[in-house]
Structures are given as structure tokens and as C-alpha cells.
């Protein structure tokens, strides 16, 4: 029990240091501005290495799906 209300915990403490860096980040003067960056960084972004990491992604899904679950399945 006691570990369950410590990951509450955390979990809450995370949310809020999300909150805060957000909140942070974008200001409360010109949110426009902060989101029409962050767009742009992602947008200048070379779709090579979107194919790329989603690629990756994929393979570690794909082994994820044939050795991890079967095995969790046989306990």
C-alpha cells in the first residue's frame, strides 16, 4: 500500500513540474509566440528523420509484440 501512494505522489510531483516548465515556457505574455516556435522547430525538421525515428519505433514495437507479451502470457 505504501508503494502505491508513493507513485501517486510522484506522479502528482511530475504533473506539476509539467505544469511549471510549461508554463514557463510559454508565458503568460505572448503564447502565440512560444507555440509558433515550438511548430517551427518541428516543422524545419528534415522528414528523413521522421522516417528514420519512426522506423526505429516500429522495430522496437515489432520486437516488443513477438518476445516480450508472448512471454508474459506463458506465467
Known sequence: MAVEDRDA????LV???LVLS???AVG???PVSAVGAAVAGVT???PI???V???VLGVLFTAYAVWYVPNQGAR
Open 9 to 12: 505522489f510522484d506522479l502528482a
Open 15 to 17: 504533473a506539476t513540474a
Open 22 to 24: 510549461a508554463a514557463s
Open 28 to 30: 503568460v505574455s505572448n
Open 44 to 46: 524545419s525538421v528534415n
Open 49 to 51: 528523420a521522421y522516417l
Open 53 to 55: 525515428v519512426l522506423g
